[in-house]
């Protein structure tokens, strides 16, 4: 895959025609292969995913209320270059812009989040309408665009005063989280079909509760296993109050970082460590919102830590609320080994301490592997592979779900060069592999329904502020210059034509 691949925004519609006439000009192998093996279905949607920390900025414009993430990343040490997403790419500020790039993209749908903290500044109480009239024009500037939005109402920011009462760990924050979501599906139900209750779990309670990488910065894996608990709950109690006030049919739906566990060997040691991790990483979420119940391996795996008796009468039929898709995120798979022994890696924060693990009940017995292959930016191995073996096994284990992939892309150390140009081969490469990934798994017969690329631009990447770039989109972010990549223009053509370039 080259640049040459990539064509002229203006020319999408153009090449798509071209395209077309090539195939008929083609031998018909040549064109069967085409249209069987590239191309996705009419009505398959197309998107770009964002997040309000992580690229709005304006962060304490019309009344908005501290988050975790402005406390955490305020803290020193805890971003790299003590980045903040204060001003982040200013998005709050620049709804028609980016939305004229959504459509310049030629995008179907587009996943944003709603800042809580926007809508309830300290979580509870009544509402910001300033705060609601932000989303309101967003989405209006969307369905006039003709862009379908999907509005994910938590992608890690708790409202600062939630997490000082103790945050996710505590079972009134789902109580409130609840009474959140009515709010903004009743403001936003009549133009809103799409609704994500949560972004991630995993890593809200994993990340932010037991290694501490992301905020609130906690490393107490007790409070993380309640915090995942809860965050159920809270998707249930959510739904609920999603369907209670939104105009049918809308669609509910939560987004999930499954990890795509290999074990090294099939050795009966490192099977159980994948196991483990399938456990607490997997399962611990799956199970209660799919089958109501708690993965009961995983109960015997944090036996030591804790008897779970924080899960209440009720709470498991309420976290099985039915959803209408489930959100996928992926970016790469996740190989494990059995440790031989208890063996604390060294920090590298703080050389000779053992850097607290996310993956509570599995540590000491399980070590994570770098998996072989090429790199991107963020360290993390390109291997499609995994999303295949992902939405497979979606499809035999959730059977009637339909599936989007919420969030993929890649990082890479993009820039402008003098002409104004941002050429980034390796997205290219990584975007296209891994839809052929996702055409593969539906014509093994999963339901995947959609594709959002993360991200649409340049964002604030939580701990490693803004040193990564995800975006199809790059922002200089000395002067908020926004400029298509490559890999923008050739996403493009992959929409106009509805597939792969062959
Ligand atoms: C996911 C997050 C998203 C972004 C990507 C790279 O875990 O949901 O906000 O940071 O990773």
Redesign the pocket.
Known sequence: MTTADAFALGDAATDARTDTQTDARTDVRTSAQTDTALRFPAGFRWGAAT?AY?IEGAASADGRGPSIWDTFSRAPGNVLNGDTGDIAADHYHRVPEDVALLKRLGVSDYRFSVAWPRIQPTGRGPALQRGLDFYRRLVDALLEAGIRPVATLY?WDLPQQLEVLGGWPRRETAERFAEYAGIVGAALGDRVHDWTTF??PW?AAFLGYASGVHAPGRTEPVAALRAAHHLNLAHGLGTAALRAVLPHPAAVSLTL?LHAVRPLTGSAADLDAARRIDAVGNRIFLDPVFHGRLPEDLVRDTAGLTDWSFVRDGDLAAAAAPVDWLGI?Y?SPTLVAAAPAAEPGPSPRSPGVAEPSPWVGAQPYVRLLPAPGPRTAMDWPVDAGGLYELLTRLRDELPGVPLLIT?N?AAYADYADPEGAVHDPDRIAYLHGHLAAVHAAMADGADVRGYFV??LMDNF??AHGYSKR?GLVHVDFATQRRTVKDSGRWYAGVIARGGLPA
């Open positions: 997040a992580q992608h972004n991630e890593c970082n995120n970016y969030e892309g993360w991200s990447e939580w995800f």
